[in-house]
């Protein structure tokens, strides 16, 4: 079984480290946590999922088949110069880390198998909509492992590097937008008189049942709506409005700004 470090223990490593251990997927025993400074984090850690901390040798780095970082990019160059001289050959890097290339990691890190992936928040129960993409370097072997490791936090698609701008614009942004639109319905239905409490509940199921039907895959979303909309309808009315207001507009500029800062982010870390 391979033994996984995680260099960075935070609210994405503790997802990752919930979803692997409740799956029963990889034995406590074989994961290993480190961070900057927070002891009191590492120690939660391994109260909650019974993981080990990584000693101040780095005896569990020299060792570890797989290496997640976990870091917030502004701290990745410092905490690539802190481990890349403990890192084997063979160990594979699993990178979460939002904007930094796999030529960066292995620019730091040596030449060496490295896979990169874009989550989104929603790893914390379990249904983020991850992408990955690797180098030529991971093999077969690994890709189905590293896959098997993601899918403890929701789904995975593999993607080519580049495509990783708009993903995230798409799915690691993607939990924001949704919010955004459950804050609008909301106040909305309460204007008509709805309590906050009832629309919410209402919108969320409503979200739930449309990616249900949508989950199925046998019929196109805009087939899906023209099964809603009778002519003279009150759906009919309101799509109407969407319509008018030009929401489609918004929702390309909204992908487009989000990929385009992706790419100015990105730069920032070469
Ligand atoms: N959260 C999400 O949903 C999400 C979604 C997509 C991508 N990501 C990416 O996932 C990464 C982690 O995000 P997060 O939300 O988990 O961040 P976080 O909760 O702030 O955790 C960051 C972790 O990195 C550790 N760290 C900082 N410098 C370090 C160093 N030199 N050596 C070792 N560990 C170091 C911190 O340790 P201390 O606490 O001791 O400082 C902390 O444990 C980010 O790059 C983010 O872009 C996250």
């Known amino acids: 079984m391979s033994k996984i470090v995680f260099v960075g223990a935070g609210a994405m490593a503790e997802a990752i ?4 251990t409740k799956e029963e997927k990889v034995s406590p025993a074989h994961i290993h946590v480190m961070n900057k400074s927070d002891v009191e984090q590492l120690e939660h850690l391994q109260i909650s999922y019974n993981v080990q901390i990584v000693c101040a040798e780095r005896k569990a780095l020299m060792e570890a088949d797989i290496v997640v970082l976990a870091m917030k990019p502004k701290d990745a160059i410092d905490a690539f110069g802190e481990i890349a001289s403990y890192l084997n050959g063979d160990t594979t890097i699993i990178s979460v880390i939002a904007g930094v290339s796999i030529q960066t990691i292995a620019t730091h890190l040596g030449s060496r198998p490295i896979a ?8 914390a129960v379990g249904l983020s909509a991850s992408a990955v993409c690797w180098n030529e370097l991971v093999s077969e072997r690994s890709k189905l492992e590293i896959i098997h490791i993601l899918e403890a936090i929701g789904s995975v698609k593999v993607v080519d590097e580049e495509d990783l701008h708009v993903v995230t614009a798409l799915a690691g942004s993607g939990p924001a937008y949704l919010y955004y639109f459950a804050e609008q319905f909301e106040a909305a239905a309460a204007r008509h008189g709805l309590s906050l409490g009832d629309a919410r509940q209402l919108f969320i199921q409503t979200m739930e049942g449309a990616a249900q039907m949508l989950k199925k895959g046998d019929v196109e979303p805009s087939e899906l709506r023209r099964k809603v909309t009778s002519p003279g309808g009150t759906t009919e009315a309101g799509v109407e409005q969407l319509v008018q207001h030009k929401v489609n507009e918004a929702i390309f500029a909204c992908i487009d700004a989000a990929q385009s800062k992706s790419r100015v982010l990105g730069k920032q870390y070469e």
Request: overall charge positive.
């Open 17 to 20: 480290i919930n979803g692997l």
């Open 116 to 123: 990169r992936v874009m989550p989104n928040t929603s790893a």
